[in-house]
C-alpha cells in the first residue's frame, strides 16, 4: 500500500511538472512574431538567416502564402489577421491599409531613395523584361523581339511563355507597359495574339518562363529580369531585352499589423533588422537599389525603367485581370 500511495504522488508530481512547462512553452510561444509573407523562397531564406544571425531565431514564426491568398485575408480581416508582421507586394499593402487602417507607423528612419509612406519599408524591386534563351533563338531562326509588343508576331507562334496575371503579379508587369503605351483597346488586340503565340505556355507561377527560357522549351518569355541576369551569369544560354514599352517594377514590402496595446515591440524590432541588415543578402538575388547608398552593376536595373501613371492598387489590379481574361 505505501508503494501504490508513493506511486500515487510521483505520479501526481510529474502531471504538474508537465503542466508546468506546458504554461511555460505556450508563454514562449505567445512571444514568438508571427509573420505572413508572399515573398519567395530566395527572399524568405535572406529574411530568416538575417533575423537568426541578430538574435532572433527562435522568436518568430514565418508562414508563406500566395499573393492572392495573403491579400485576400488582409483585406478581409484587416487588424483581426493572426500575423504581426506582414511581407506583402506594396500595393497590396497600400489597398489594406486604406480599407482598413490595418498597419501602424514604423519607429525608425527608412533611408530609401525613393518616398513611401510611413507605414511600410520596401525590402525588394522586381523588374520586368523580355528573356531569350540565345541558343534557341539561333536553332530556330528566330530574331530577339525588342518590344513586348513583338510578342504577338505570328512569327513567334509556340515559341513563347507569358505568366497569367490570374496566378501571379509577375504578369502585371507586362500588362502595365501594354496599357502605358498603346492604352487598353491597343493592349487587347496585342495581349489576344500573345497569348495565342504562347498556347499552353502560359504559366500560373511567375518563374514559370524562365524555368522554360532556362530549359530550352521555348525561345522567349516574359518574367523578372534578375533572373535572366542571374542565368546569364551563371554561364547559361540566357539573356535578357529590355523592352522598347519601358521596364516597369513592382516593389515588396514590410510592415506591423496595428493590434493597439497587443502590437508586438519585437514586431517592429524584426522589421527594422530585416530592412537595415538583410538588403545586403536582398541584394544578391533581387539588385534593384531602393536605399540610399546602395550601388549595383550598370545591369541591375533598366536604363528604361518606367512607372505606370496611376496608383498601383488592387482595384487596378482587377481591373486589369479582367482585361486580360477578355483577351483569352
Known amino acids: 500500500m505505501k508503494f501504490k500511495k508513493l506511486l500515487s504522488m510521483v505520479t501526481c508530481v510529474c502531471m504538474m511538472i508537465t503542466a508546468c512547462a506546458g504554461l511555460t512553452g505556450c508563454s514562449g510561444e505567445d512571444e514568438q512574431v508571427i509573420i505572413y509573407s508572399n515573398a519567395d523562397d530566395e527572399a524568405v531564406e535572406c529574411m530568416k538567416n538575417t533575423l537568426n544571425s541578430n538574435g532572433y531565431e527562435g522568436k518568430y514564426v514565418f508562414q508563406s502564402f500566395g499573393t492572392s491568398e495573403l491579400g485576400g485575408k488582409m483585406l478581409?480581416?484587416?487588424?483581426?489577421?493572426?500575423?504581426?508582421?506582414?511581407?506583402?507586394?506594396?500595393?497590396?499593402?497600400?489597398?489594406?491599409?486604406?480599407?482598413?487602417?490595418?498597419?501602424?507607423?514604423?519607429?525608425?528612419?527608412?533611408?530609401?531613395?525613393?518616398?513611401?509612406?510611413?507605414?511600410?519599408?520596401?525590402?525588394?524591386?522586381?523588374?520586368?523584361?523580355?528573356?531569350?534563351?540565345?541558343?534557341?533563338?539561333?536553332?530556330?531562326?528566330?530574331?530577339?523581339?525588342?518590344?513586348?509588343?513583338?510578342?504577338?508576331?505570328?512569327?513567334?507562334?509556340?515559341?513563347?511563355s507569358v505568366v497569367d496575371i490570374q496566378g501571379s503579379s509577375t504578369a502585371w508587369l507586362m500588362i502595365q507597359s501594354l496599357v502605358n503605351e498603346y492604352g487598353e483597346e491597343g493592349t487587347k488586340e496585342i495581349l489576344t495574339d500573345?497569348?495565342?503565340?504562347?498556347?499552353?505556355?502560359?504559366?500560373?507561377?511567375?518563374?514559370?518562363?524562365?524555368?522554360?527560357?532556362?530549359?530550352?522549351?521555348?525561345?522567349?518569355?516574359?518574367?523578372?529580369?534578375?533572373?535572366?541576369?542571374?542565368?546569364?551569369?551563371?554561364?547559361l544560354p540566357v539573356d535578357f531585352v529590355d523592352p522598347a514599352e519601358g521596364n516597369f517594377t513592382l516593389t515588396?514590402?514590410?510592415?506591423?499589423?496595428?493590434?493597439?496595446?497587443?502590437?508586438?515591440?519585437?514586431?517592429?524590432?524584426?522589421?527594422?533588422?530585416?530592412?537595415?541588415?538583410?538588403?545586403?543578402?536582398?541584394?544578391?538575388?533581387?539588385?534593384?537599389?531602393?536605399?540610399?547608398?546602395?550601388?549595383?552593376?550598370?545591369?541591375?536595373?533598366?536604363?528604361?525603367?518606367?512607372?505606370?501613371?496611376?496608383?498601383?492598387?488592387?482595384?487596378?489590379?482587377e481591373k486589369h485581370r479582367n482585361l486580360s481574361e477578355s483577351c483569352k
Not at 505556355?201 to 532556362?214: A, D, F, N
Not at 540610399?292 to 536604363?303: K, L, M, P, Q, W
Open 76 to 160: 478581409a480581416e484587416g487588424r483581426d489577421i493572426e500575423a504581426d508582421v506582414i511581407t506583402m507586394s506594396s500595393y497590396y499593402i497600400e489597398s489594406a491599409q486604406s480599407e482598413s487602417n490595418m498597419f501602424t507607423d514604423l519607429t525608425f528612419e527608412v533611408n530609401t531613395t525613393d518616398s513611401y509612406p510611413s507605414y511600410y519599408a520596401p525590402f525588394l524591386a522586381n523588374q520586368g523584361a523580355i528573356l531569350v534563351n540565345t541558343d534557341v533563338l539561333i536553332e530556330q531562326g528566330l530574331a530577339a523581339p525588342t518590344s513586348v509588343k513583338d510578342l504577338a508576331d505570328p512569327g513567334y507562334a509556340g515559341c513563347i
Open 194 to 235: 500573345i497569348y495565342k503565340n504562347a498556347g499552353a505556355h502560359i504559366e500560373q507561377s511567375g518563374s514559370g518562363p524562365i524555368k522554360k527560357v532556362r530549359a530550352g522549351e521555348v525561345a522567349i518569355g516574359f518574367g523578372l529580369r534578375h533572373q535572366a541576369i542571374a542565368d546569364k551569369n551563371d554561364g
Open 252 to 317: 515588396e514590402s514590410l510592415a506591423v499589423v496595428d493590434k493597439g496595446d497587443d502590437t508586438k515591440e519585437l514586431a517592429m524590432e524584426m522589421v527594422q533588422c530585416i530592412t537595415e541588415k538583410g538588403r545586403a543578402d536582398l541584394m544578391n538575388y533581387y539588385p534593384v537599389p531602393l536605399y540610399e547608398g546602395e550601388t549595383a552593376d550598370s545591369n541591375a536595373i533598366s536604363a528604361n525603367s518606367e512607372t505606370f501613371p496611376e496608383p498601383l492598387t488592387v482595384e487596378l489590379l
